[in-house]
Nanobody, 120 residues
Framework: QVQLVESGGGLVQPGGSLRLSCAAS????????MAWHRQAPGKQRELVAQ???????EYADSVKGRFTISRDNAKNTVYLQMHDLKPEDTAVYYC??????????????WGQGTQVTVSS
């Protein structure tokens, strides 16, 4: 089994910054893609950013230039540094890892979600 634990969410004023972390543990052989998604009330879950094992990154247009995704493979951890936060960034943020274990090939695992609220 693989577990993902997120941290770093909270309440921040517009223009502020937050850093999210997501660490994986369990019977992990390899982690391919690491990603962050978010879901605002009444909206579908959307991809925010992802990073491949080769460190190639992709961002949603709405966060380009403000958010940076990075990974620490030694710690099985992904980070999302968020700057210049806007009220429309308010959502529950979920991490997703594409993981290969000793029991199976690559499959997606999700974190439990962390709330980010941007409000004055």
């Amino acid at each position: 089994q693989v577990q993902l634990v997120e941290s770093g969410g909270g309440l921040v004023q517009p223009g502020g910054s937050l850093r999210l972390s997501c660490a994986a543990s369990g019977s992990i052989l390899s982690i391919n893609t690491m990603a962050w998604h978010r879901q605002a009330p009444g909206k579908q879950r959307e991809l925010v950013a992802q990073i491949t094992i080769a460190d190639n990154t992709e961002y949603a247009d709405s966060v380009k230039g403000r958010f940076t995704i990075s990974r620490d493979n030694a710690k099985n951890t992904v980070y999302l540094q968020m700057h210049d936060l806007k009220p429309e960034d308010t959502a529950v943020y979920y991490c997703r890892f594409k993981v290969a274990t000793s029991d199976s090939g690559y499959r997606n695992y999700w974190g439990q979600g962390t709330q980010v609220t941007v409000s004055s």
